[in-house]
């Protein structure tokens, strides 16, 4: 953690005691910081979110309002939101939602949700335009070891969902969703190349087509 004492190292992995993290992250410079611990390391992304990052986050958010309102699945999607298993493991995935029965487990009014209290999201999502390595390596692991149902990652460069169902502390790569019954990563992929040369309403236009019966 020497190396945090004197400098913070930001987008790659660095050991720390989980006390140490909690006081890093404290820093008023860190406060719109992405910040994850995993395996008793720290990981501080303070990367600016350019407009491509930005543009697929914005389309996967609505593709999965979208499919769930008209397939009648309750949802509950959180933007950026913390998950905290003290002294253990700390994630901000850039999407994640509770899905079905658990769509109202999290109370309104709750800060960083305590997974020592409240069962991990059903799926996280993780959008990589610089971090494509980390999010298929490190931050699939820690994904697993919270034991979240599922765990995309939406590779911005090459237009693709990597997609896992994770169970048993493990995880294994999926076409379609187990979540979300019925959704295929194909259709997210082709919603995500349309939005390279169409508006985000034409996108939504042909989503609904796509998504009902």
């Known amino acids: 953690m020497s190396q945090l004492k004197t400098k913070i190292l930001t987008d790659t ?12 992250i404290e820093d008023p410079a860190l406060a719109k910081a992405k910040c994850y611990y995993h395996n008793g390391k720290v990981r501080i992304e303070m990367s600016p979110v350019g407009s491509d ?32 298993k003290t002294g253990y493991e700390d994630s901000q995935p850039d999407v994640s939602y509770y899905v079905s029965d658990n769509a109202n487990v999290i109370p309104w009014g709750t800060s960083i949700i305590d997974l020592d209290i409240y069962p991990a999201p059903d799926l996280v999502i993780e959008v990589a335009n610089t971090s494509l390595v980390d999010d298929k390596g490190e931050k699939r692991l820690l994904y ?7 765990y995309w990652i ?44 169409t508006s985000q309403n034409e996108v939504v236009s042909w989503l609904l087509q796509q998504f009902q019966p």
């Open 154 to 197: 939406v590779d911005v460069q090459n237009v693709q969902i990597i997609a896992f169902a994770v169970a048993d502390r493990g995880s294994r790569i999926i076409t379609e969703s187990q979540v979300f019954p019925g959704l295929e990563m194909s259709i997210l992929e082709e919603a995500l190349q349309r939005s390279r040369k």
């Open 53 to 84: 990052h930005a543009r697929d986050h914005a389309i996967i958010i609505i593709a999965m309002g979208l499919f769930a309102a008209l397939k009648g699945i309750p949802i509950n999607g959180k933007d950026n939101c913390t998950y905290r």
């Open 13 to 24: 992995w660095v050991k720390a005691t989980w006390d140490e993290y909690l006081q890093t």
């Open 144 to 150: 697993e070891s919270l034991n979240v149902s599922e």
